[in-house]
């Protein structure tokens, strides 16, 4: 069966932006934001707080949250790699830290700075010292599917890196297709392997990136398994800066309309997701590629 209600974990923002090869004002992030949270996203991963150095389009992180009003029923998560990151985000007042873990040694270093194992030994004190503070916590396991250096990933590799963060005290555990190479039956195989490792899938979230035009099937593969909260990005802006040939996530309009062509509930308003897409791809100087936003903004 699939579940009657889905959450969108909108990560335009963030995952959108990271990428932009020019760096986006910080007013029209914050219009970004408000106007996401005004199409009726209650989940908005907003920014992060890693080295400005490394990724200098979100260098702006403490100003855009000082810019965003925070409403009631809307949740803010930011990405936050260590210590110094924690702490810049208390600052800013979050309430809700995602970690990213690597699921391969390669990316681990080219994205962290770590060995794989020395990973755990940077996020460990983040999660226990968000957790005492009260802080939610959800934590990544990139490259879930494939790595663009070292080819396939193997299922319980990812699931044995993933039951390390829910240990660690991560609620939630998002499965990111960084690259966008998964297909729907490794879906599948990654979601029975952590499962077999211990992990519910209701403490699974998935994350896709379109690269291989595979996001959406995907994404009906893991509701089918039972996962009620997905990752997605307005008008599919995205990648990884880390990671080479990552292109954009999942588009959160070409989420909308296949969740309300089966009647599974969401909250969010289609017409006003694709004017901000439609707004934010003029503002980009370039067309959205969700085919969604393109049939509506036409
Ligand atoms: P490092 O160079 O090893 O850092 O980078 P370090 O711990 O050695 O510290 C060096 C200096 O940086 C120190 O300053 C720190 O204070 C400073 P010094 O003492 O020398 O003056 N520093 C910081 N300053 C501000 N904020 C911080 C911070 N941390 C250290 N947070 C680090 C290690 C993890 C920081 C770096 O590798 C980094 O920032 N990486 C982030 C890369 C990134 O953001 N990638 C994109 C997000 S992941 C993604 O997109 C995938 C995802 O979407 C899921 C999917 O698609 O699969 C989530
Ligand atoms: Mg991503």
Request: glycine fraction near 12%; charge should be negative.
């Amino acid at each position: 069966g699939l579940p009657h209600r889905v959450t969108i974990y909108e990560v335009g923002p963030r995952d959108g932006l990271q990428n932009e090869s020019g760096i986006v004002p910080v007013e029209v992030k914050a219009e970004f934001v408000e106007r996401l949270a005004d199409a009726g996203l209650t989940t908005l991963e907003t920014t992060s707080f890693v080295h400005p150095k490394w990724v200098p389009q979100l260098a702006d992180a403490a100003d855009l949250l000082e810019r965003v009003e925070r409403r009631a029923g809307v949740d803010y998560p930011v990405l936050v790699p260590n210590e110094r990151g924690l702490d810049r985000a208390l600052q800013a007042g979050v309430e809700h830290v995602a970690i990213f873990a690597s699921a391969t040694e390669t990316f681990a270093g080219k994205n962290l700075n770590r060995t794989l194992d020395e990973q755990f030994g940077m996020f460990e004190p983040v999660v226990t010292r968000a957790r005492a503070e009260g802080l939610r916590v959800r934590g990544y396991v990139s490259m879930a599917f494939g790595d663009p250096w070292e080819g396939a990933v193997d299922p319980a590799q990812v699931a044995g890196v993933g039951r390390r963060l829910v240990e660690m005290g991560c609620g939630q555990l998002s499965l990111g297709d960084t690259i966008g190479t998964g297909t729907a039956g490794h879906v599948d195989a990654v979601i029975d392997a952590c499962v077999a490792a211990g992990v519910g899938v209701d403490t699974l979230a998935v994350h896709f990136h379109d690269t291989y035009g595979q996001a959406l099937a995907n994404t009906l593969a893991a509701l089918r398994r039972g996962v009620t909260t997905v990752d997605a990005s307005a008008g599919g802006l995205g990648g990884c800066p880390y990671a080479e040939s990552a292109t954009g996530n999942l588009a959160t309009e070409d989420l909308v309309w296949m969740l309300d062509g089966l009647g599974i509930a969401h909250g969010a308003d289609l017409a006003k997701l694709v004017d901000t897409s439609a707004w934010m791809a003029a503002a980009l100087g370039r067309p959205s590629p969700s085919r969604v936003v393109r049939a509506l903004s036409g």
